[in-house]
């Protein structure tokens, strides 16, 4: 063999070189374990809430739930599409209700399924990356989403029957179910399977409140801003008209809203009162004017009055004065 050819390394039987098992992970290669290692950080970052049953740590307890399954639910599939031409609310309700049986096997079964993610993410290491593990979490995940968006169809006329009770106004049906839903889907969340009630009552009691507390506020925006049509707060009339002032004063709303500032902490209290005029000042001062005022930039405190009108706004709890003329 000449001198030329001795230097040269023969590829292996695969057609690589020695020196390609030592190079550098290709570049897929690269994003799927940086994929890997957001993920597994995402979940070691939060812990999976699930309502916990007796049972849930056998070693067969996805068997005893399978085995409780009730045979009418091969009966009847998941809500379909709604049809062409069918009204919104007709398409809400459109899914039955579930039976007792039926439902404690949803919640047993998407708790549990919760519950086995929960475990499985405990065992997580950025230090030792299991992708088969992430994965199994997120397959668990997943179903017991689906499972929880399943019940909550199986729900949604209860909203509805709630909504239609309370609305008084063209138009706000349609509100209150949209604020309706949030609760339904936090009670689907929370309900405890194994207290022996039924869901319907428990998520009843708080899609109520929500819906309540949402008119409330709605009394509250039309009591401070009569004229206002936009969410935005630099869009806020100013409140230091004389209409405006006898409006709150021939309802005795001036004591109600004071009495309601006390909730606030005192730098919370005082941008609202600049704010809105409640200072005794003859112009509304700008959120950049008011932060001079009080030592913060434009933007902290318009954090701040968000934060404030929020918390007043939770602070109507008494049903009496929903409907005050």
């Not at 009569?226 to 409140?239: F, G, M, V």
């Amino acid at each position: 063999m000449s001198r030329q050819l001795r230097g040269i390394r023969r590829p292996d039987r695969r057609g690589a070189t020695p020196d390609s098992k030592v190079r550098p992970k290709s570049q897929m290669a690269r994003r799927i374990d940086s994929s890997l290692v957001e993920r597994t950080r995402q979940l070691m970052e939060r812990s999976i809430e699930f309502v916990p049953q007796p049972f849930y740590g056998s070693i067969d307890a996805i068997e005893l739930i399978h085995a409780k399954r009730p045979a009418s639910l091969d009966q009847h599939p998941d809500m379909a599409k709604a049809e062409n031409g069918r009204s919104f609310i007709s398409a809400l309700v459109a899914q039955p209700p579930f039976k007792i049986e039926e439902e404690r096997y949803w919640f047993d079964l998407m708790n549990f399924l919760k519950y086995r993610a929960e475990q499985s993410r405990l065992s997580l290491d950025l230090k030792c990356l299991d992708a088969c593990r992430v994965k199994k979490i997120d397959e668990d995940l997943d179903e017991a989403l689906r499972i929880r968006n399943h019940i909550v169809k199986s729900n949604v006329r209860l909203v509805v029957a709630l909504a239609k009770r309370f609305s008084r106004e063209p138009g706000q049906l349609y509100d209150l179910i949209s604020e309706g839903m949030s609760p339904l889907i936090r009670s689907v969340e929370l309900f405890d399977v194994g207290s022996g009630n039924h869901f319907s009552t428990y998520a009843t009691w708080a899609v109520r409140n929500e819906i309540l507390r949402f008119l409330k506020r709605r009394k509250l925006s039309t009591v401070w801003f009569p004229n206002e049509n936009s969410d935005s707060l630099e869009k806020i009339p100013d409140a230091r008209t004389h209409a405006a002032s006898e409006q709150l004063e021939s309802r005795e709303d001036v004591r109600v809203v004071h009495r309601l500032l006390e909730s606030l902490s005192e730098r919370e209290r005082q941008v609202i009162l600049a704010r809105f005029g409640l200072d005794g000042q003859s112009r509304r001062p700008s959120l950049a004017a008011i932060g001079a005022q009080v030592g913060l930039c434009g933007e902290r405190v318009r954090q701040l009055i968000a934060s404030a009108l929020s918390k007043l706004k939770s602070e109507f709890q008494s049903e009496e004065d929903l409907f005050i003329a």
